[in-house]
């Protein structure tokens, strides 16, 4: 789709593991220290409310289903 993301990119007060500024697209690839983190959840309304958009995935999908989360951020793009 001609998207370039960055990566560890600061957007106000936090950082998120990639970032498409041409879609304001966020992906962050979660570990099992952010299961029903309440920390997530503000910084997701947070950046939510400056416009952009956040996809969040475990990391043992991305090593178990790849081209599913491929599909969901060729979506989130848009």
């Not at 990639?18 to 997701?44: T, W």
């Amino acid at each position: 789709m001609g998207c370039k993301f960055r990566r560890q990119h600061s957007i106000s007060k936090y950082i998120v593991d990639f970032y498409c500024p041409e879609r304001k697209l966020i992906i962050e690839i979660d570990g099992s220290q952010h299961i029903e983190n309440a920390y997530d959840a503000q910084r997701d309304e947070y950046l939510n409310n400056l416009g952009f958009k956040v996809l969040r995935f475990w990391d043992n999908d991305v090593s178990n289903n790849l081209d599913g989360i491929l599909l969901k951020i060729i979506e989130g793009l848009g």
